[in-house]
């Protein structure tokens, strides 16, 4: 993707019109572990493949909880997300110690989505390498948003970010019309099935790499990992397999599972 003179910085247009190190943090986004998001009339979803650099080591959280409202699930640089985290976390603390109340989702992404834009306009620092999604539910209801590098910002039924993750889009598109009246726990096993198609190589969804967020009407955010999470592999597998059908094509064209693991996207 090497470019010459025109993608040493950030402000530097090519001849074509393109800023070529957005789009190298763009590509930071695709090389990270998948992440797939979902959202019915009463709740949001979010699913995440965590990744360990080796077998002797732990698996690195890949979804963050902001508030009793609001969770991301990440894909790219995770030193990154944990930055911008930290900055939704004070946005919600501010708000709800200024007005007593939660912060409107619409509001907290826009202003992420203003934090990713500005850094593409200054010289001395660099885009965000990550893309969020941001499970939320407010008084509106549930919502799912996508934000991208490029300071992009774009709510979604069901999508999916990462590297391998056009297996769970392809899978999301075939049943999103189906998800504004499913429970709670369909939700969960439609995150799975999306999950299960983005596992690299010979790999299989277990409780040590999966991860899922649920967040609802009247319900406080939950993270469900480990023994949590294993009653639902249980169903997946009985139900009798994943979602691997369109792994082969989205290997060719997203690069497959073997990115950059130094970098712990």
């Known amino acids: 993707m ?22 190298y943090a763009m590509e930071s986004v695709k090389q990270g572990s998948a992440c797939v998001g979902l959202r019915s009339s009463t709740h949001s979803v979010l699913g995440a493949l965590k990744r360990s650099v080796s077998e002797l080591s732990s ?49 907290l992404v826009t202003d992420l989505a203003d934090r990713h834009q500005r850094t593409t306009q ?13 499970a939320t539910h ?19 039924y069901a999508t999916a970010i990462g590297a391998r993750s056009q297996s769970g889009r392809t899978y999301l598109e075939k049943v999103y019309e189906s998800l504004k009246d499913a429970t709670k726990d369909d939700l969960i096993m439609h995150a799975l099935r999306a999950l299960a198609g983005c596992v690299s190589g010979d790999g ?11 967040v609802g009407k009247d319900e406080k955010l939950v993270i469900i ?6 009653p639902y592999l249980d169903r997946l597998e009985l ?21 950059l693991e130094a970098m712990e996207t």
């Open 2 to 23: 090497f470019r010459n003179q025109y993608d040493t910085d950030v402000t530097v247009w090519s001849p074509e019109g393109r800023l070529l190190q957005v789009e």
């Open 59 to 107: 698996h690195q959280k890949k979804i963050m909880e902001i508030d009793d409202h609001v969770a991301i699930g990440i894909a790219g640089l995770t030193a990154d997300a944990r930055t911008l985290a930290k900055w939704m976390r004070n946005e919600c603390l501010n708000h709800k110690y200024v007005y007593g109340t939660p912060m409107p989702s619409g509001r």
């Open 225 to 230: 990992e480990e023994d949590e999470l294993q």
């Open 204 to 214: 299989e969804l277990t409780k040590e790499n999966g991860s899922i967020a649920v």
């Open 138 to 156: 407010d008084k509106n209801g549930p919502h799912l948003y996508q934000t991208c590098p490029s300071g992009n910002v774009n709510e979604y």
């Open 239 to 259: 139900e009798g397999g994943t979602n691997k059908e369109d792994e082969d094509e989205e290997e060719g064209s997203e690069g497959g599972g073997d990115e």
């Open 122 to 134: 200054t010289y001395v620092r660099r885009p965000y390498g990550v893309g969020l999604l941001v």
